[in-house]
């Protein structure tokens, strides 16, 4: 499996952009990279996830570097609902089934 | 939207206990997987299911088992409760395919205490 590395936390000031980074530097070349989020007491939420281009979709865009070894999750205006631990996972295939590993993400806390 | 219920949101038991935790998906997802959340040691997958009545161990599935007799429902059962076995339990779901990209819906989560 392809393990990813993360800075344990992070402090954003509310408003301006938060830049998660992640590095996955033994990622396949069909493995896809995934973000989630995790708000306190509740199940992980799925943010965004990309293959080699940069994507974005209304919570996020997602930057991976053309090697691929390393991405950055971008919240552009953060707010104080978006404190959480956020954890970049790659996709891994066992079988008939794929399967995310997840690590110990990084736990953003936006501030006023 | 997809959505993915556990039973309950606490739930505590006594050690020795048979405990069965159940999760429910009403989008006719193939995949149903079981993790388990520790402090300072983030998810970690217990088992997985990719169809009706099958299941693939995942990366702690000692002292637990999984039943899966319809596609909806997918139960963890702690055969012998123990009080490492105290966590908080999600289920997710997903889409199936070799090279998907799909992602994982996840429930709300069972916080057991073994006491």
């Known amino acids: 499996d392809a393990k990813t590395t993360q800075p344990p936390s992070m402090d954003c000031a509310e408003g301006r952009a938060a830049n998660l980074p992640c590095n996955h530097s033994?990622?396949?070349?069909?493995?896809?990279v995934y973000w989630y989020r995790q708000i306190h007491s509740q199940g992980p939420q799925y943010i965004i996830h990309?293959?080699?281009n940069n994507e974005t979709n209304e919570m996020a865009s997602l930057i991976i570097t053309e090697d691929r070894k390393s991405s950055t999750l971008i919240l552009p205006h953060a707010t104080l609902r978006d404190t959480a631990v956020y954890y970049c996972?790659?996709?891994?295939?066992?079988?008939?089934?794929?399967?995310?590993?997840f690590g110990t993400g990084t736990r953003l806390q936006v501030t006023l | 939207d997809v959505k993915v219920t556990q039973s309950s949101r606490y739930l505590v038991k006594r050690t020795g206990e048979k405990v069965f935790l159940e999760c429910v998906q009403d989008?006719?997802?193939?995949?149903m997987f079981w993790y388990r959340q520790d402090p300072g040691l983030g998810l970690r997958l217990i088992y997985f299911?990719?169809?009706?009545?099958?299941?693939e161990k995942g990366d702690i599935p000692e002292g637990y088992s999984v039943s899966r007799e319809k596609k909806e429902r997918f139960s963890l059962i702690l055969e012998s409760a123990s009080t490492n076995q105290t966590s908080m339990y999600l289920c997710?779901?997903?889409?199936?395919?070799?090279?998907?990209?799909?992602?994982?819906?996840f429930g709300s989560g069972t916080r057991l205490t073994v006491v």
């Open positions: 990309g293959l080699k």
């Open positions: 997710a779901s997903s889409l199936w395919g070799r090279h998907d990209n799909y992602g994982y819906t």
């Open positions: 033994t990622i396949s070349g069909n493995e896809y």
């Open positions: 299911s990719y169809d009706v009545k099958m299941k």
């Open positions: 996972i790659v996709r891994s295939y066992t079988g008939t089934a794929s399967k995310l590993t």
């Open positions: 989008m006719d997802h193939e995949n």
